[in-house]
């Protein structure tokens, strides 16, 4: 009797015939569904026509760097860093990738050395983003290796450390935290838009990672991009790309364009996207603390309120997944939810205590609507 609800494409509702008790509501992934009700209303203005005889070749612009790169993408992107003010995009690259994760598998290659004696270390502070680990290691590659939690790496080689702001699980706003000289950095900024924490300043790094996975909700087109200073690196990276995939899809990369194109134009409007998911947003995290306070089993981090400078507003962190501790002697917060049909992600995924675990905050109403009421059901 036990029910998963849908996750296929179309979101269909389901009919629940008990009130929801016997779902399993599966916020393990971040699968960014709730945005889909904003693109439905958008309707023809995302609708994006292809014919069969365009995107055929493998090349975009073979002047540029990054020779796979479509320039309609660029554009879209540097404006909407413009009209948000998250990134300085002056003076750097663009490198397109399937999904920032081909970018960050790039810029590892990119940035470590191909001929030394020893694997570079590749470091994040914890808890950090699960993906990492996995994938600097999964090819058990002899140009790099995980050597996990910064705030414990303590060796005098080099290293790449991963900072990731706002930080997957936490929401936490981040700076590099290794004091060694012979750091690169490489900043993932998959969360760094207004609806998830106040946008501060022009983000300017050396290399900035974005996607819009979670900046629009399309997950599923599988673009993300890199902002890179240095024209070397952008060159390895777009190598990495050259010999991993030849290119990145360009059905993919105008359909992003359009996307955020779309974005941009709505700042101009009545609601903009940004409005709309802040909005949202918050309306979710008021939900999931109201349904925390009803027990004494489960906490949640707070954020001080700053000043947004794209809306002004003045506002805590809204992350993409709440990190949720169990309170008290449950040391499996993960195996007590899923005993309670709640999938979430355990807190040693993240090289943190079991006695925390992430939850998405990005999935579709109707899961959203159950999970906060089966929370505070919980006895103990
Ligand atoms: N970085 C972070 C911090 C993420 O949370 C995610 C997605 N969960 C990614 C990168 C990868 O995103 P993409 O879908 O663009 O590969």
Same mark, same amino acid.
């Given at each position: 009797?036990?029910?998963?609800?849908?996750?296929?494409?179309s979101?269909?509702?389901?009919?629940?015939?008990?009130?929801?008790?016997?779902?399993?509501?599966?916020?393990?992934?971040?699968?960014?569904?709730?945005y889909?009700?904003?693109?439905?209303?958008?309707?023809?203005?995302?609708?994006?026509?292809?014919?069969?005889?365009?995107?055929?070749?493998?090349?975009?612009?073979?002047?540029?760097?990054?020779?796979?790169?479509?320039?309609?993408?660029?554009?879209?992107?540097?404006? %909407?860093?413009?009209?948000?003010? +998250?990134?300085?995009?002056?003076? &750097?690259?663009? !490198? =397109?990738?399937?999904?920032?994760?081909? /970018?960050?598998?790039?810029?590892?290659?990119?940035?470590?050395?191909?001929?030394?004696s020893?694997?570079?270390?590749?470091?994040?502070?914890a808890?950090?983003?699960?993906?990492?680990?996995?994938?600097?290691?999964?090819?058990?590659?002899?140009?790099?290796?995980?050597?996990?939690?910064?705030?414990?790496?303590?060796?005098?080689?080099?290293?790449?450390? %991963?900072?990731?702001?706002?930080? +997957?699980?936490?929401?936490?706003? &981040?700076?590099? !935290? =290794?004091?060694?000289?012979?750091?690169? /950095?490489?900043?993932?900024?998959?969360?760094?838009?207004?609806?998830?924490?106040?946008?501060?300043?022009?983000?300017?790094?050396?290399?900035?990672?974005?996607?819009?996975?979670?900046?629009?909700?399309?997950?599923?087109?599988?673009?993300g991009?890199?902002?890179?200073k240095?024209?070397?690196?952008?060159?390895?990276?777009?190598?990495?790309?050259e010999?991993?995939?030849?290119?990145?899809?360009?059905?993919?990369?105008?359909?992003?364009?359009?996307?955020?194109?779309?974005?941009?134009?709505?700042?101009?409007?009545?609601e903009?996207?940004?409005?709309?998911?802040?909005?949202l947003?918050?309306?979710?995290?008021?939900?999931?603390?109201?349904a925390?306070?009803?027990?004494?089993?489960?906490s949640?981090?707070?954020?001080?309120?700053?000043?947004?400078?794209?809306?002004?507003?003045?506002?805590?962190?809204?992350p993409a997944f709440?990190?949720?501790?169990?309170?008290?002697?449950?040391?499996?917060?993960?195996?007590?939810?899923?005993?309670h049909?709640?999938?979430?992600?355990?807190?040693?995924?993240?090289?943190?205590?079991?006695?925390?675990?992430?939850?998405?905050?990005?999935?579709?109403?109707?899961?959203?609507?159950?999970?906060?009421?089966r929370?505070?059901?919980?006895?103990?």
């Amino acid at each position: 009797r036990t029910q998963i609800l849908p996750t296929t494409s179309s979101g269909a509702a389901t009919v629940v015939p008990d009130g929801g008790e016997s779902v399993v509501i599966n916020l393990d992934h971040g699968d960014p569904t709730m945005y889909e009700n904003f693109w439905k209303q958008k309707g023809e203005e995302t609708t994006v026509i292809t014919s069969g005889w365009q995107h055929i070749s493998y090349f975009s612009d073979i002047k540029n760097v990054c020779w796979f790169l479509e320039p309609e993408l660029v554009s879209a992107v540097t404006r %909407l860093h413009k009209v948000v003010g +998250n990134a300085k995009t002056d003076g &750097r690259h663009v !490198v =397109v990738g399937t999904g920032s994760s081909q /970018l960050y598998q790039a810029a590892l290659f990119a940035l470590s050395p191909p001929n030394a004696s020893d694997p570079m270390n590749v470091v994040s502070a914890a808890p950090f983003y699960s993906s990492y680990p996995l994938m600097t290691d999964y090819l058990k590659s002899g140009l790099h290796k995980w050597a996990g939690d910064a705030y414990k790496f303590n060796k005098q080689n080099p290293y790449i450390e %991963l900072v990731t702001s706002p930080n +997957n699980p936490d929401g936490s706003t &981040r700076q590099d !935290v =290794v004091k060694g000289h012979k750091g690169i /950095l490489i900043h993932d900024l998959a969360y760094y838009w207004p609806q998830y924490t106040p946008i501060l300043s022009p983000a300017d790094y050396d290399i900035m990672l974005f996607t819009v996975s979670k900046s629009t909700g399309h997950a599923g087109t599988r673009i993300g991009w890199a902002l890179v200073k240095d024209r070397e690196v952008a060159k390895k990276m777009t190598t990495f790309i050259e010999i991993n995939t030849i290119g990145v899809s360009k059905d993919s990369q105008i359909r992003a364009a359009k996307i955020l194109q779309a974005v941009s134009d709505s700042c101009d409007g009545d609601e903009s996207f940004f409005d709309y998911s802040y909005k949202l947003m918050e309306k979710r995290w008021k939900k999931i603390r109201e349904a925390v306070d009803k027990t004494e089993l489960f906490s949640l981090p707070d954020f001080p309120p700053e000043i947004c400078s794209f809306s002004g507003r003045s506002f805590g962190q809204l992350p993409a997944f709440a990190w949720l501790k169990c309170e008290g002697d449950v040391d499996d917060c993960e195996g007590f939810l899923r005993r309670h049909k709640i999938l979430s992600r355990g807190g040693k995924h993240f090289g943190a205590s079991t006695k925390y675990v992430r939850i998405s905050m990005l999935c579709r109403d109707s899961e959203f609507e159950l999970f906060t009421k089966r929370l505070p059901a919980i006895i103990s």
